[in-house]
C-alpha cells in the first residue's frame, strides 16, 4: 500500500479537465484552451455563439485563439477531440477571470483526500 | 476516460445511471465496514490516479489503476470509486454529476475485471497474471466508455474509436504498474491482497 501511495506522490501531478481562460484587449478576445498550464488542447475545436450567429474556429498549437470583440461572444463552447466539452458563458464580469476555482491545485487535491478519508472514517464511525 | 457533462443524451443517461444505482447498492451491501480503511485508502489512490496525465499526440490520457484497486477489495472498489467521481466533479469539473452512473458502469467494470483476473487461479504465471490485472481492466474500460459513446448517437462513433485507441497505451502502463505494484504487495505484505 505504502508503495502505491509513494508512487502516486512521486510523480507529476496535473488536472483533466478542461478549461477556459479569456482574457480581453483593446480590439480581441484573447481565448485559451488548456487542461492544465502545461498541457494546452491543441487544435480543439472552439465555437463563438454570438447574438446573431454561431461560429466555428480551432485553437491553435498553443491553445490559443483570438475572437475579434466586435462580435459580440456571448457564449465560448471548447471541445477536445476526446470528446471533453466546456462552456463559458460570458458576461462583463467574467471576462479576464480564470474560471478555475480559486484555491490552488494542490490544496484541492488534499483537501479531497482528506473529504474521502474522512468519510470513510465517519461510517465507520457511524456503523459502530 | 471519465465522461463528461453535456456528452451523453437523455436515454443514454438514464440507462447508465440506472445500472450505476444497482452497482453502487450491491457494492455497498456487500462492502466489509471493518475492513473500511482498505476502501477509504484504495478511494484516495483512485482519487489522485486520474491526475496523472500522459500526453499522447494532441490529446492526453490518464492513470486509472482500477485493475489494482479491484485486486485488493474487489465489489467494494465501485463505492471507492464512487466516492472519488463525486469529489472529482465538484472540485475540478472532471466527469459531472449526471454522467456519475455512466462513469460507474465504465469504470467499476474495469475494477471488477481486474479482481477477476486476479482471482485466477494461474500460480505459474503470477507475473503475467499481475500484468494482465491492469491491462484487461483498461481494455475493459476503454471498452465500455467506446461503447457508451457509440450507442449515444453516430456522431460519438468516430470518438468511440479515437477514445478506444487513445488508452491503447495506458493498457500497457497499467499492466506494468500493476505487475511491479502487486508483485511488490505479495512479497511484502500478501495479507492485503486476501479477502
Redesign the interface.
Known amino acids: 500500500?505504502k508503495?502505491?501511495?509513494l508512487?502516486?506522490?512521486a510523480?507529476?501531478?496535473?488536472?483533466?479537465?478542461?478549461q477556459i481562460l479569456s482574457v480581453k484587449d483593446e480590439e480581441f478576445l484573447n481565448v485559451k484552451v488548456y487542461?492544465?498550464q502545461d498541457?494546452v488542447?491543441?487544435?480543439c475545436e472552439v465555437k463563438i455563439i454570438t447574438q446573431n450567429e454561431t461560429l466555428t474556429y480551432k485553437t491553435d498549437k498553443k491553445g490559443k485563439l483570438k475572437i475579434p470583440l466586435h462580435l459580440n461572444p456571448i457564449k465560448i463552447i471548447a471541445t477536445?477531440?476526446?470528446?471533453?466539452?466546456?462552456?463559458l458563458n460570458l458576461s462583463k464580469e467574467k471576462i479576464a477571470q480564470n474560471t478555475q476555482?480559486k484555491l490552488p491545485f494542490w490544496l484541492?487535491?488534499f483537501?479531497?483526500?482528506f473529504?474521502?478519508?474522512s468519510?470513510?472514517?465517519g461510517?465507520?464511525w457511524a456503523?459502530k | 476516460m471519465?465522461?463528461?457533462?453535456?456528452?451523453l443524451n437523455t436515454q443514454m443517461l438514464i440507462a447508465t445511471n440506472l445500472v450505476g444505482v444497482i452497482a453502487l447498492s450491491f457494492s455497498i451491501k456487500k462492502t466489509d465496514?471493518d475492513d473500511?480503511?482498505k476502501?477509504?485508502?484504495l478511494?484516495?489512490?483512485f482519487?489522485?490516479?486520474?491526475?496523472?496525465?500522459i500526453?499522447i499526440g494532441?490529446?492526453?490520457v490518464?492513470l486509472l489503476?482500477c485493475g489494482?484497486i479491484g485486486a485488493f477489495i474487489g465489489i467494494s472498489s465501485i463505492f471507492a470509486i464512487f466516492?472519488?467521481l463525486i469529489?472529482?466533479a465538484l472540485?475540478?469539473?472532471?466527469g459531472g454529476f449526471s454522467t456519475l452512473g455512466a462513469n460507474i458502469c465504465i469504470l467499476g467494470s474495469a475494477c471488477l475485471v481486474g479482481r477477476l483476473i486476479f482471482t485466477l487461479k494461474i500460480e505459474k504465471l503470477a507475473n503475467l497474471r499481475y500484468f494482465l490485472v491492469g491491462f484487461f481492466s483498461v481494455l475493459s474500460a476503454s471498452l465500455i466508455l467506446s461503447i457508451i459513446?457509440a450507442l449515444n448517437g453516430k456522431d460519438?462513433l468516430k470518438?468511440s474509436y479515437?477514445?478506444f485507441a487513445?488508452n491503447i497505451p495506458i493498457m500497457i502502463l497499467e499492466g506494468i504498474?500493476s505487475l511491479f505494484?502487486l508483485k511488490?504487495?505479495n512479497k511484502v505484505?500478501p495479507k492485503?491482497l486476501r479477502n
Do not use: D, W
Open positions: 500500500m508503495f502505491i501511495i508512487f502516486i506522490l510523480v507529476h501531478l496535473n488536472a483533466h479537465s478542461l487542461f492544465t498541457i488542447c491543441q487544435e477536445e477531440k476526446l470528446g471533453h466539452k466546456k462552456i476555482i484541492k487535491i483537501i479531497g483526500l473529504i474521502i478519508l468519510f470513510f472514517l461510517l465507520r456503523k | 471519465h465522461i463528461s457533462e453535456g456528452v465496514f473500511i480503511a476502501t477509504a485508502v478511494s484516495a489512490v482519487f489522485l490516479g486520474s491526475f496523472i496525465h500526453p494532441v490529446s492526453s490518464h489503476l489494482l466516492i472519488a469529489l472529482q472540485m475540478f469539473g472532471y459513446l460519438f470518438i479515437l477514445a487513445s504498474i505494484a511488490f504487495i505484505a492485503y
